[in-house]
């Protein structure tokens, strides 16, 4: 039986925005490629987009050989997660893209792992190369693609036995991947690596429930901000105009979020993009209660909470290990859709402590050892090469 590598990656410039797919078909032996495949999409999102990759380098896979056994190497994590099996499909664009790429090979044919960006430049190659014809008003061809050469793919042009691949004549001197992204400017990158995806992170600004220090997570009463928070919204809006890096905005779906954006957005004169992942944990039987009242009313659930990040809040609600997963899932999504810009989160506690904590390596319990202030900022790099670098950690400067 023949085995296959599929590599597949989406892009949107925008999210939703200009969008297009690129997916490579390898020979699982020899690391050859076989077929290329690369569509500009028209405006729609980057998850959408990454699907459509997933379905492109599945149905090119088939045509060589449908009994085939089908390894998937993507570097979005929800698209791998949801696949596998471990994380529902709740978005209805997603769903059919789902089903059908389900039905191209038999279940147990079909594999999927999960790869750093830098690991899938190949694809990611193509999907730029897509949009790029895109915005030229023209197609995508094979025929004039550098993405294989420029990945530096092994078998880079031949099939097995030295034979021309498809797509491979007619290739051109390579363009360096630098070449396609504009650099941010302020919180600037090395510049060996190319311009990362900055992640500047804001706490909201303060709700009534913030003095008093009690639980407030995605599943409590969903508070709005308080006079002093909306004060703090101005402040920290009027310092981010200043330095004149934020490229675009990004918020929880949350009240509390999505003001603070709004207020910050209006003085950037930018649109604020609803990211779900950016959510606060859901503290369950906790929301609204202060630390003390929980260790009163639940002790034997707080001390298992403070020791296992994979335990849960009483009545139901989120663990840290489950926010973690999704934190991690939507950084890839995000740096992969942001590459070389610098994007605002305005986010919640856990979410922010969780992108600093993964970005150092360091373990859960570092959770509970750093303080964020409300309406803080931090901000966190993300490298070509899957590295990342803490640049600010809980700045409160513009609030003094």
């Known amino acids: 039986m023949r085995e296959f590598i599929v590599e597949a990656d989406g892009g949107s410039r925008g999210n939703p925005g200009p969008a297009g797919y690129g997916a490579v078909v390898r020979d699982a032996a020899t690391g050859a490629t076989l077929l290329e495949a690369a569509e500009y999409l028209g405006v729609t999102t980057n998850n959408v987009a990454e699907y459509r990759g997933l379905l492109a380098g599945l149905h090119a896979a088939r045509t060589l050989d449908p009994a085939a056994e089908v390894h998937v190497r993507l570097d979005s994590r929800l698209v791998v997660e949801q696949m596998s099996g471990r994380w529902q499909i709740k978005h209805p664009a997603i769903k059919p893209l789902a089903l059908e790429a389900r039905g191209v090979f038999p279940p147990d044919r079909v594999t999927y792992e999960w790869i750093p960006r830098a690991e899938n430049k190949h694809a990611d190659r193509l999907a730029n190369e ?3 014809a895109g915005a030229r008003g023209e197609r995508w061809s094979a025929e004039g693609s550098t993405a294989d050469l420029e990945a530096g793919a092994p078998g880079a042009g031949e099939a097995p036995g030295g034979e021309p691949r498809l797509g491979a004549p007619g290739r051109q001197q390579s363009r360096g991947p630098g070449e396609r992204r504009s650099a941010a400017r302020g919180w600037s990158a090395a510049p060996d690596l190319g311009a990362p995806a900055t992640l ?6 303060e709700t009534p429930l913030t003095p008093q220090k009690r639980f407030s997570g995605s599943g409590g009463t969903n508070p709005p901000l308080s006079e002093v928070g909306r004060e703090q919204a101005h402040r920290v809006a009027e310092a981010l105009a200043e330095r004149g890096t934020v490229q675009a905005v990004l918020a929880s779906p949350l009240t509390r979020t999505r003001e603070t954006a709004e207020i910050v957005a209006a003085r950037l004169n930018l649109d604020v993009v609803v990211e779900e992942g950016l959510r606060e944990t859901d503290f369950g039987a906790w929301e609204g209660l202060t630390f003390g009242e929980v260790r009163d009313r639940y002790p034997d659930d707080l001390n298992a909470w403070l020791a296992d990040p994979a335990a849960r809040p009483t009545g139901g609600g989120e663990s840290f290990a489950e926010t973690a997963v999704r934190v991690a899932a939507t950084k890839d999504e995000l740096v992969t859709a942001h590459a070389g810009r610098t994007v605002l989160l305005v986010t919640h506690v856990t979410p922010i402590k969780t992108f600093v904590r993964l970005a150092l390596g360091a373990p859960p319990e570092s959770l509970f050892r750093m303080e964020l202030s409300a309406a803080s900022l931090s901000a966190v790099a993300y ?18």
């Open 130 to 132: 897509a949009m790029d």
């Open 200 to 205: 500047v992170l804001l706490r909201h600004g």
């Open 383 to 400: 490298y070509a090469d899957g590295n990342a670098s803490v640049r600010l950690f809980n700045d409160t400067s513009h609030l003094r």
